[in-house]
């Protein structure tokens, strides 16, 4: 062994042995690399001693100059001689050197160091693999791994880390240190970007800041306290100027955009020129019907005539062969019953386990007589003829499996030999069970010591096998004794089954092929003839008996010939592969039954060689001959062993298949040059399915080996692969199909698939039939050559159909393994297969990763790969994965199991350590992208006149008119200002109770009455005037917790004649992160002071706090805990109702912080229009659970119950964290009719209360009580959320009817809200690929494609709505996509801007229609919807108009021109694996980035890339370019429950989020 040799010291021969027998077992996989090392260590060990080992290291670098350095460099690195071809080495070299010319660098995935890790662990710790010790990991490195210690990725800067002690529990135990960032910010208005110096400049303090400024949340949840302490630093001020957000400059250096350039870098280079692939995304396929990519008009065509069939030899039975297999075992076992019939080998390689004729005999006559009598005595089921019995024995006992085989067929009954269950290498054992079910097998015989083996409950029985029928287990070693004079029974008929084959198709389903006694004998005679078999011979097998070529020439038709075989188990080969030819050797075999892999495995053993004698051997029968590679391994074991004896006549390649039995065999002994043939043919062609012969120098070429002729008395034809079976020409590839009296009959139990597969008659080119007879699909394709060769290129199971042209597994397999695989992957462990993704299949290659490859070299490997296939076979890879060692599903006889590894991918369950996708390079077949065509825009008027030609409905709502004698008289009405008002009611109902605050135990924290607001309002009116030095119009921010205390500061400022501007107040647990937001809105709002409480007072001068933001730089803090005695001694009362009254700063859904101004003639109006359409009256009450800071939650916590006197019970959504069930109890408990909460609280609700609902009802909770439970928000309304929450709490008396939204805006906070008469919420469904072309089309539920949409509420009172085109201004039709614009009394009064700029006034608060209504103002609310008349009645009589909100036209993303809601995208990624918890998409440069949160394990992570990936292509047309896997936790969220994406996509580029893995598409 070459290294062995280069050890530079002597070591003995048997040292040596056991060294190559190791590096085999670690070439094939079946030991990590580790586990390698120990066990090389500690043979080496005594030598090591007496003289110091010199390492070798192997050169990786390719040597194609010359024959002879490509056998030395094999010989070197011990390669893989089944895939290798030198010529597709050859061409793999080139094509890659071209490649490594003009392809820019591609950009490697990031991975975070402890995924790495993670997956090391779970991979060295699992059980399949041979050797004891792989499984023992460094235990240094574990006890340094934990999560709290874990690394960022190496190219993240860290400036400073802390702990966020109100994180969850997954991440509260470790640090993440992050980069320093700054804040941006946009001003509405400014056209100067010197104009924002100074806000800049102030905001400096915040360079060193490890998060954004959070001006979202102030939560203490787990969940959402993980998204304040995880945010992102970077918060923009509202604007169109300054630093555009959707701007492609890279202003990020960091890692991430460096990447991000480099793959656009990729991308830019030219694709090869894509066919006319393209499908149209209207018309037909919008109706559901996929266009095919039609063919390619330059493709090579068959010119040949039509092929007629092929008949074989004719078929002449020998005289003297047995009439059927239990006379054969009466003659052998009777006149030679000393004669050895079976032999095994033991684990030592020695033939210590034997098997006469005689005792075959016996001992099946004894399991015979036992199955017909014996069993069903105790009142089990009997076994009577004709039923099925499981054979279930491991692959080391053919003894026990041949006695049991023959004794069902000897008794009539019918077996079924599936492998042996376990839980460790069950991969596919489902489909098994599944097919002994349809069987109706109730027995299993197995052996004694396998019966053991198997897993048993606590009783002592043997466990229930997933999927698995309910089996009474019998042994065939301990039946009771056979009667003398019992005789089997006589069979009825020959043409009833005999046995039953398990095969898997290619969708890895488990069916059983049906074989009949007489297709059995005449099985049997054929391969008798065609091998030439004799009485005595011996032969040597190393296949699995159980099945398939194993069966047919080990155990069958060996009996009926009398002739003795050599069984070699698998797990002796692996431990010493040249077992077998020693057995060729020892007994003069003249039979050898191998497959290409064991003549690989024996070539290895170089140091056997010299003692094999192949003289004897006339028939080396190569069972994988049907795989075009084995030529590789036939040439190279002929070369080898010529000089030991073999015959080149004697190897003889086969194929077969489970349902046509054996296809085709060469015939032994033949020399005829007509007896074999060969063809190197144009792999071009055969992807068109046509023969071309190519040159033998050819880089792109196939060369072929015959795999013999047409079986004797067998006729053969080749059929189209798809559709009707029509005959192929003689120079088409298709499938080959048998017609012979030994085939199988059909699947058990699957009528349709048999009809299909067994009774095929061909058709000719005018579709007539081509005869009588019928003939089987052998899976196999391939064409018929001269002299009825019958040569093989591929398979059915192994073909990828991909844009009208067809690959071969293997031939990819070949490709990926002439790409100096050694240092990377294990060469016997590649999976390929194809998924099919957006109408056609894609290519996806898995390997498993050697342990000590350098991830930077294993993706340049994978780089390599891809370029490879992609010049070889003109075909990209849709996905390469990297797998640990000992990974990949595996067979009983230990090659990969590809549909249990292709189901493993599909589901998300594969773990890979490392991914590439590639969708850009593969994914031709897109929607044309939409062009927007200036110059065919038609104009608004045009539309508005085509409206009017076909009759349609204008697209406008409005709620009910206000009138004033709707009011109850109260008093509240002859009033303008809110001050009034309160004023007023603190006169006339001084201890009527306005305010109740309950903690998280439904207590009252505290109340205040009409009066108790008075007066402390008025003392805080006087700590402004007197302390503060406050004059009327100065702003004041208002820091309070959500409470009473915020509403009495409120009034306080109105009593003075300031101008309140609330603000969430830093969370008291990351100070760092979320203070720096209140400086900034207290610097863009102009306040001169501040208002708080001691606590937060405190906070501000905390050391923590001042480490951000210096004390000095706050305006004047005043603390309202400290009131002066004396009262105001006069309210100020504006001049005009339009004077401000307050400002409503809010975070917008794309991170953009707008304030708006707010009139106390607005403020007025929008609580008259709240009153009357929930008739609040001062003795009605409400529940409110939301955040008071702003919209529509700010004027129901703070200005609604002043105006109708109603009793609003107050429940902060802190409360609602630390006990979900506060709300609904209060809720319960007060029998409240109206209540009001946010997204968030609902989710918090339907999460932490899923399985409480019991014990709540228990308890008395009961909401049939409630009328209206609103949610507020600014949004497209959330179904699946609130669906969820009415049927979770249906049990709980909560009516459908009463849950429902509301919608607000910037520009007006309230448009649409529930009433008390209104009808329940329509939704309709309209087309999500008409939406993102800004049509809407509806459609019936349950639609492909189909979107729900819910109206958002009924508008207000005096509330009007038009849908405009936002381009043209043009008003839409009825059910017409557009800008939803607003007009009422209780607009905004602009944006509130720092220099006074009023430029976007206008434009968003006074806009005009171009077509339609053209005398009214409205205000662009920025939102896409549509109005729909419904058939529902209003409480006017009129017909109901309904309002539909799709989605913020600033979140929209536009992509190959067309409008994605970016929650349309995230739906479907939410639904593409269980483990992913939130996710968020925004766009760089063009390309879409999708962050998931993975809520799981992080060697998981991997398994998102694709399936994200595969789901955005199918449901959107959209290429993902980046997928970034992150901790729960990470997506900011602001107090709506609405996603920051911006902020995430700033977090992102520079480098701040820790990601778990970043995958970049290529």
């Not at 405190?1098 to 805990?1121: C, F, M, N």
Request: charged letters at 20%; one cysteine or more.
């Amino acid at each position: 062994m070459a290294e062995v040799d280069s050890l530079g010291f002597q070591v003995p021969d048997d040292v040596r042995l056991k060294l190559a027998e190791l590096h085999l077992e670690l070439s094939e996989g079946d030991i990590t690399q580790k586990g390698y090392e120990k066990k090389k260590q500690r043979l080496l060990q005594p030598f090591l001693l007496a003289q110091q080992a010199q390492e070798v290291q192997v050169s990786s670098e390719p040597s194609p100059q010359s024959s002879a350095q490509r056998r030395a460099q094999r010989r070197l690195t011990r390669e893989d001689n089944r895939y290798h071809s030198e010529i597709r080495t050859e061409a793999v070299m080139q094509a890659l050197a071209s490649h490594n010319k003009k392809i820019p660098v591609i950009p490697h995935s990031t991975k975070r160091t402890s995924a790495y890790q993670g997956n090391q662990r779970h991979r060295d710790s699992r059980h399949e693999s041979s050797s004891d010790d792989d499984s023992v990991y460094d235990e240094e490195a574990n006890r340094n791994f934990h999560r709290g210690a874990r690394t960022r990725d190496s190219g993240a800067s860290s400036s400073s880390s802390f702990s966020d002690v109100n994180a969850s529990p997954r991440h509260s135990d470790r640090e993440r240190p992050r980069s320093a960032a700054y804040v941006k910010y946009q001003i509405p208005g400014n056209t100067s970007r010197q104009a924002l110096a100074d806000v800049m400049q102030s905001a400096r303090h915040s360079q060193h800041i490890s998060q954004p400024p959070d001006v979202t949340n102030n939560a203490k949840s787990s969940r959402q306290a993980d998204r304040v302490g995880r945010g992102v630093p970077s918060v923009r001020v509202a604007g169109n100027v300054g630093m555009d957000i959707d701007s492609d400059s890279p202003r990020h250096q960091g890692k991430v955009a460096a990447k991000i350039q480099q793959l656009m870098n990729t991308l830019k280079r030219p694709k090869r020129k894509p066919l006319t692939e393209y499908f149209q995304e209207d018309d037909d396929a919008l109706e559901g019907q996929a266009l095919a990519p039609p063919a390619d008009p330059n493709a090579p065509k068959p010119e040949g005539s039509t092929l007629t069939p092929v008949a074989g030899d004719q078929l002449v039975v020998p005289s003297g062969l047995p009439r059927n297999l239990e006379a054969a075992l009466h003659r052998y076992g009777s006149s030679t019953y000393k004669a050895l019939a079976v032999t095994v080998l033991d684990q030592n390689g020695k033939p210590s386990v034997n098997l006469t004729y005689g005792k075959l005999l016996s001992k099946t006559q004894k399991v015979a007589y036992n199955l017909l009598n014996k069993v069903g005595q105790k009142g089990e089921v009997p076994i009577k003829p004709g039923d099925r019995v499981a054979l279930v024995y491991p692959n080391n006992d053919p003894i026990s499996f041949i006695i049991g085989f023959y004794g069902c067929i000897m008794a009539g009954v019918v077996p079924v030999p599936v492998e042996v269950p376990t839980s460790r290498r069950d991969a596919g054992g489902q489909g098994v069970g599944f097919m002994l079910g349809s069987l109706s097998c109730n027995y299993a015989l197995t052996s004694e010591a396998c019966l053991k083996g198997l897993a048993k409950t606590a009783n002592g029985e043997v466990v229930q096998f997933r999927g698995w029928p309910r089996l009474s287990w019998l042994s065939t070693d301990s039946m009771s004794k056979l009667p003398k004079d019992w005789q089997p029974p006589p069979k009825a008929s020959e043409d009833v089954p005999a046995y039953v084959e398990y095969s898997t198709s290619k969708d890895g389903s488990t069916v059983g092929v049906t074989v009949t006694r007489n297709g059995v004998l005449g099985h049997c005679r054929t391969l008798t003839v065609a091998c030439n078999y004799t009485e005595g011979e011996v032969m040597v097998c190393v296949l699995d008996f159980k099945r398939d070529v194993g069966l047919w020439h080990g155990i069958l038709c060996s009996v009926f010939n009398g002739m003795h075989v050599i069984f070699v188990p698998y797990s002796l080969m692996k431990v010493d592969p040249a077992s077998w030819m020693k057995m060729i050797t020892k007994y003069k075999a003249s039979v050898g039954i191998v497959k290409s892999r064991d003549m690989h495995w024996g070539l290895l053993a170089q140091k056997d060689h010299k003692d094999v004698n192949f003289s004897s051997l006339r028939l080396l029968l190569v069972a994988d001959g049907a795989n075009p590679w084995s030529l590789t391994s036939c040439d190279a074991f002929l070369n080898a062993f010529q000089p030991k004896g073999l015959k080149p006549e004697a190897i003889c390649p086969c194929a077969s298949s489970s349902e046509a039995l054996t296809v085709s065999v060469r015939r032994p002994g033949r020399t005829s040059s007509s007896a074999t043939g060969r063809g190197i043919l144009s792999m071009q062609g055969l992807s068109h399915g046509v023969v071309r012969v190519d040159t033998e120098n050819s880089l792109t070429s196939l060369t072929l080996q015959d795999c013999g002729q047409v079986m004797p008395g067998a006729t053969m034809v080749v059929v189209k692969v798809e559709g009707s079976p029509y005959l192929c020409k003689t120079d088409e590839v298709g499938e080959l199909c048998v017609c012979a009296s030994y085939t199988g009959i059909k699947y058990w139990g699957l009528q349709g698939i048999t009809v299909n597969t067994f009774q095929v008659q061909p058709l000719n080119g005018d579709g007539r039939q081509t005869g009588d007879k019928i003939y089987v699909r052998t899976g196999l394709l391939g064409f018929l050559g001269p002299g009825g060769l019958v040569f093989v290129c591929g398979s059915k199971e192994g073909l990828m159909q991909i844009s009208n042209r067809r690959h071969n597994t293997d031939d990819i397999i070949a490709t990926v393994l002439a790409v100096e695989p050694m240092k990377f992957i294990y060469r016997g462990r590649i999976a390929v297969f194809s998924i099919e993704v957006l109408k056609d299949e894609r290519i996806v290659i898995i390997a498993e990763q050697r342990p000590d490859c350098p991830e930077e070299e294993s993706f340049q490997w994978m780089s390599r790969v891809l370029q490879a296939v992609d010049s070889i076979h003109q075909v990209g890879v849709f996905c390469l994965a990297l797998v640990p060692p000992n990974y990949l599903p595996k067979t009983p006889l230990g090659g990969i199991h590809l549909h249990e590894t292709r189901k493993k991918f599909l589901e998300g369950s594969l773990h890979p350590a490392n991914v590439l996708m590639c969708p850009h390079t593969c994914v031709t077949n897109l929607p044309k992208p939409r062009e927007h065509r200036p110059d065919r825009d038609v104009t608004p008027s045009a539309v508005h006149v085509g409206n009017i030609v076909q009759g349609a409905r204008m697209a406008w709502a409005q709620g009910r008119e206000l009138n004033t004698s709707e009011e109850d008289g109260d008093g509240s009405r002859k009033h303008q200002f809110l001050t009034e008002i309160l004023r007023f009611r603190a006169q006339n109902t001084p201890d009527h109770i306005l305010f109740t605050l309950l903690n998280s135990k439904v207590q009252v924290q505290l109340s205040m009455s009409c009066s108790q607001l008075h007066k402390r309002a008025e003392r805080i009116g006087n700590l402004l005037a007197e302390k503060g030095k406050l004059k009327p119009g100065d702003h004041v921010t208002l820091l309070y917790p959500p409470g009473i205390e915020l509403i009495a500061a409120f009034y306080g400022c109105l009593y003075a004649g300031c101008v309140p501007v609330t603000i969430r107040p830093p969370h008291p647990q990351n100070v760092t992160t979320t203070l720096p937001t209140v400086k900034m809105i207290v610097e863009v709002s102009k306040s001169s002071a501040i208002l708080t409480s001691a606590n937060i007072v405190k906070l501000l001068r905390s050391k923590e706090a001042l480490s951000v933001v210096d004390v000095r730089a706050w305006p004047t803090i005043l603390d309202s805990d400290d009131l002066p005695k004396k009262k105001l001694t006069n309210v100020y009362k504006a001049p005009t109702p339009e004077m401000i009254c307050y400002l409503d700063f809010s975070v917008s859904t794309t991170g953009m912080l707008a304030g708006v101004k707010m009139s106390h003639a607005s403020a007025t109006a929008l609580c008259r229009c709240i009153k009357l359409q929930c008739e609040f009256y001062p003795s009605r009450e409400a529940c409110l659970c939301l955040d008071p800071y702003s919209g529509l939650g700010f004027a129901l916590w703070c200005l609604a119950s002043i105006y109708s006197g109603h009793h609003s019970l107050l429940v902060p959504p802190s409360e609602v964290e630390a006990n979900p069930a506060v709300w609904l109890s209060a809720v319960s408990m007060y029998k409240v009719r109206d209540t009001f909460c946010s997204y968030g609280v609902m989710d918090l609700c339907t999460r932490g209360l899923g399985t409480s609902t019991g014990t709540l009802k228990a308890k008395g909770l009961n909401l049939s009580c409630v009328r209206i439970c609103c949610v507020i928000a600014e949004e497209r309304p959330r179904i699946h959320l609130t669906t969820s929450f009415t049927k979770l709490f249906a049990d709980l008396g909560l009516s459908y009817r009463a849950v429902s939204t509301s919608f607000g805006c910037r520009v007006n906070i309230g448009i649409s809200f529930p009433g008390a008469a209104c009808p329940e919420p329509s939704t309709v469904f309209v087309d999500l690929r008409a939406l993102r072309n800004d049509r809407v089309t509806l459609v019936e539920k349950g639609s492909p494609h189909s979107l729900c949409l819910m109206e958002s509420g009924k508008l207000l009172p005096g509330v009007k709505v038009a849908i405009a085109n936002p381009e043209t201004r043009g008003q839409c039709a009825d059910s017409h996509l557009g800008e939803i614009w607003v007009s009422s009394p209780h607009n905004a009064d602009g944006y509130f801007t720092i220099y006074g700029d009023e430029s976007l006034h206008p434009d968003h608060f006074d806009a005009r229609l171009a077509t339609g209504d053209l005398q009214s103002s409205y205000a662009r609310t920025g939102y896409l919807g549509f109005v729909r008349r419904t058939e529902l009645t209003q409480s006017d009589g009129g017909r109901h108009d309904a309002l539909f909100v799709v989605g913020s036209l600033d979140e929209t993303i536009m992509l190959r021109g067309m409008r994605y809601h970016p929650i349309d995208i995230e739906t479907s990624v939410l639904r593409s694996h269980r483990k992913i918890c939130e996710c968020a998409v925004f766009t760089w440069t063009n390309l879409l980035v999708v962050v998931v949160e993975l809520d799981g394990n992080e060697n998981e992570a991997l398994d998102l890339v694709p399936l994200v990936t595969n789901c955005v292509l199918e449901e959107h047309y959209l290429i993902v370019g980046v997928v970034v896997v992150v901790d729960p936790g990470i997506i900011p969220i602001n107090s709506r429950g609405e996603k920051q994406r911006m902020h995430l996509r700033d977090g992102f580029l520079a480098d701040q989020l820790d990601p778990i893995y970043v995958a970049y598409n290529m």
